[in-house]
């Protein structure tokens, strides 16, 4: 019975390292919880607001125009792209003959995030848009 649990522990110890391609890909997922999203922008956003208000919500904006009436229009252009590389091996070797296992897994995206807001003539937001895109 001893030597089963020695045998069964040794067993477990090596094969404790090897982890699949999922679990590599949730661990290095990216958990940004202040970056701009189409959610942020529904829930913080309101007609109404002032410039400072806005700033406070998302941050300042990449570009700013006038129109003919002198009023505002702030753009957001968020461009980002998320690289995932990770692999993993493993194996049992006994004298002369083994058991490998390899995993691995890639992937790349790349999402982009457009928010125009205009102003009035009293510096508040009377409109606002967004589209975003994932590819």
Request: glycine share 8%; with cysteine; aromatic share 6%.
């Amino acid at each position: 019975m001893r030597k089963f649990f020695h045998t069964t522990g040794i067993l477990l110890l090596l094969l404790s390292g090897c982890t699949g391609a999922q679990t590599h890909r949730a661990d290095v997922a990216n958990q940004d919880s202040d970056r701009i999203s189409v959610g942020t922008v529904q829930r913080e956003i309101r007609m109404g607001m002032s410039g400072a208000e806005v700033i406070s919500a998302i941050g300042s904006p990449n570009m700013v125009t006038t129109d003919d009436k002198r009023r505002e229009t702030w753009v957001y252009d968020k461009i980002s792209t998320e690289n995932v590389s990770s692999s993993s091996s493993g194996g049992l070797w006994l004298i002369l003959a083994g058991v490998n296992n390899r995993a691995s897994a890639r992937s790349t995206t790349q999402r982009t995030l457009t928010i125009i807001i205009k102003f009035d003539e009293h510096g508040l937001v009377r409109d606002y848009s967004y589209r975003q895109s994932s590819f």
